[in-house]
């Protein structure tokens, strides 16, 4: 159980950099599209933050236009950049899908601090 959390919490991570990175934008120019400060964004994807939030997730889901979920998905997701200035989005996840977010996302806060 544990690895799978320390796995999740992995590949967050590593996601996070890789699409950055693929839609060739720097920390900066992200955290200003998913409406986050800058140091907060570079906290996060350095793995400094010891909670995440579900809402934080959504932002950044919401950035590349996909679902909270596929940003733990094994495989990387096809994405596309938001459009600045758009600001409605729809959080159509599933009670299910937000349920096991929700107790992933604690217990890899939980594994954090034990850290």
């Not at 995440?52 to 997730?57: M, P």
């Not at 096991?100 to 996302?105: G, S």
């Amino acid at each position: 159980m544990l690895c799978f959390v320390a796995q999740a919490l992995h590949r967050f991570l590593t996601r996070l950099k890789e699409l950055r990175k693929r839609h060739g934008l720097t920390q900066e120019q992200f955290s200003e599209l998913a409406g986050f400060g800058y140091k907060y964004y570079q906290s996060l994807e350095g793995g400094r933050k010891r909670e995440v939030r579900l809402s934080t997730l959504e932002r950044v889901a919401r950035a590349y236009s996909i679902e909270v979920f596929e940003l733990l998905a094994p495989e990387s997701p096809k994405t596309k950049l938001r459009r600045a200035g758009k600001a409605k989005y729809d959080t159509h996840l599933s009670l299910w899908k937000c349920i096991c977010l929700h107790w992933a996302f604690l217990e890899l806060s939980r594994l954090w601090q034990l850290r």
